[in-house]
Every structure is written in structure tokens, then in C-alpha cells.
């Protein structure tokens, strides 16, 4: 084994690869956020923007295979994470002291599973288009805004979508202050300023996705025509 692998195999590899991973990811969030949050301009400007990267053909199936890498090396690190430390506790604390890991610290594997199931729906819902067969013809038709549209004013949808942002800003608070923290960015006097910089961008994060789904269901966000 060469020093690279056995580095990248051991705990702080494994963490590394954890947070650059973590950081593509969380680009790849923000800017898939820019990007719907265009859906307040209007269904022109919304399926322009859907055109625009469909346009891309080979390189956007580049940016796929790179996105599905990143994700599969941030869930293998992680898996392979929590067994160790696991291994190494094999037990558990007598007393968990609650005040010291934050809430979504210590639930940072279940709020990431379930990030995980969302993004499976969330392909079988716009991208695959099978969740709901009410979206095929306007996603055949390239009207993307329509078919957002459409799919959130279902309410039980767009409920489970507000869930799963919420879930995703959870997961974001402690990742964003861990991504910090393994690249040896922190002091006692910086960590603060790192935590409410993790809340703010996290909370931010949260509020953009939901207000998509919710101005939806508030009619604020019409479908085209204006019904
Ligand atoms: C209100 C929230 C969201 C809306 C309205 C939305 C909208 C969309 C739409 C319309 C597509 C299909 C684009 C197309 O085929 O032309 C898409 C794809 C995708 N979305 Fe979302 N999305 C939301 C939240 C999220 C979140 C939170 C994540 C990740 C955690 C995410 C990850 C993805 C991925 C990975 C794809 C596939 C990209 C591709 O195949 O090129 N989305 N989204």
C-alpha cells in the first residue's frame, strides 16, 4: 500500500475526504438553489434556465458522474466512519453528556439517510419523472417551471420536500462547522464565529428551498396561464 492510500484509509483520510466531499456537495446545493430560485422570474426565465444546462449534453453528464462520485465517497467515508468509532466504543458512554455534541451532531447518520431517500425521490420525482405521471407530458414538453409547478401543489409533496430542506439545513449546521474543524480552521476565540456562521448559511439554505414549495401552495407562484 502506497503512503496516499494508507493515508486516505485512516481516520483523518477518511474525515478529509469527508469534508472536501462535504464542501462540493454543499456547491453543488447552493448553486442548484441559485438556479430554482429563478422560478420567481417566471416560467421564461425558469425553462431558459432548464434549457440552458440540458444544452450542455456530454458535459453535463461529466458533472453527474463527478456529483454521484462525490456523493458515493461521502457516504462510504461516512459508513466506514461510524463503524469505527463504533469499534472503538463498543459499549457506549455510561453518561452521554448531552450538553457537549450539539443535537445535529449526534443525529448526523439518520438526518443523512433520510437526505439520502429524498434525493432518490427527488430523481424519481423531476429528473426520471415517475413519481407522478401528471409531470410526464411537461417534462416531455421542456416546461420545467410547469412541472415544479404542478408537482408542488400537491400539498403532501411539497410537505415532505419542507421536511426533507429542513432535514438537509439539520444536517448542514454541524457539517458546515465539522468542515472547519477537520481542515484545522478553529480556536477557542474562532469557534463562535464558525457555529453562527454554520446557522446562518444552513438557515439560509432551509429558507430558500422552502419558500419554492410554499409560495407554490400560497398561489404566490401560479401555474402558467394563472389558474
Ligand atoms: C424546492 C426544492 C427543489 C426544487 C424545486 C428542485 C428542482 C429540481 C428540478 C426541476 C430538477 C430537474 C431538472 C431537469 O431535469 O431539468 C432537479 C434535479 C436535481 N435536484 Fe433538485 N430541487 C429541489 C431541491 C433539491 C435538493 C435539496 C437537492 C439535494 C440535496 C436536490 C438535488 C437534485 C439533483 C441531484 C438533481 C439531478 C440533477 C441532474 O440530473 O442534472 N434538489 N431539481
Not at 7 to 32: E, R
Not at 113 to 135: G, K, R, S
Request: proline share 3%; aromatic share 10%; glycine share 8%.
Amino acid at each position: 500500500m502506497n503512503f496516499t492510500a494508507g493515508y486516505l484509509q485512516s481516520s483523518v483520510g477518511k474525515k478529509l475526504i469527508m469534508a472536501i466531499s462535504g464542501i462540493i456537495l454543499i456547491g453543488f446545493i447552493l448553486g442548484h438553489l441559485i438556479g430554482n430560485l429563478q422560478v420567481f422570474s417566471g416560467p421564461e426565465k425558469f425553462n431558459n434556465y432548464a434549457k440552458f444546462l440540458q444544452s450542455l449534453g456530454g458535459l453535463l453528464w461529466v458533472a453527474r458522474i463527478f456529483l454521484l462520485g462525490t456523493l458515493l465517497a461521502h457516504i462510504i467515508s461516512a459508513v466506514a466512519l461510524t463503524k469505527e468509532n463504533k469499534a472503538a466504543r463498543p459499549i457506549g458512554y455510561q453518561n452521554e453528556n448531552t450538553n457537549v455534541a450539539s443535537w445535529s451532531s449526534r443525529t448526523m447518520v439518520i438526518s443523512g439517510m433520510v437526505i439520502a431517500a429524498f434525493v432518490i425521490y427527488h430523481l424519481l420525482h423531476f429528473t426520471i419523472v415517475v413519481a407522478d405521471p401528471e409531470l410526464i407530458p411537461l417534462k416531455d414538453n421542456h416546461d420545467i417551471f410547469s412541472m415544479v409547478v404542478i408537482g408542488f401543489q400537491k400539498p403532501i409533496v411539497a410537505a415532505s420536500y419542507i421536511v426533507a430542506v429542513g432535514l438537509l439545513c439539520f444536517h448542514l449546521n454541524h457539517a458546515i462547522f465539522s468542515v472547519f474543524q477537520t481542515l484545522g480552521i478553529n480556536s477557542s476565540s474562532m469557534d463562535k464565529k464558525i457555529k453562527l456562521f454554520s446557522t446562518a448559511l444552513s438557515t439560509l439554505i432551509f429558507l430558500g428551498y422552502a419558500s419554492i414549495p410554499v409560495s407554490i401552495l400560497l398561489n404566490i407562484v401560479k401555474p402558467q396561464g394563472g389558474m
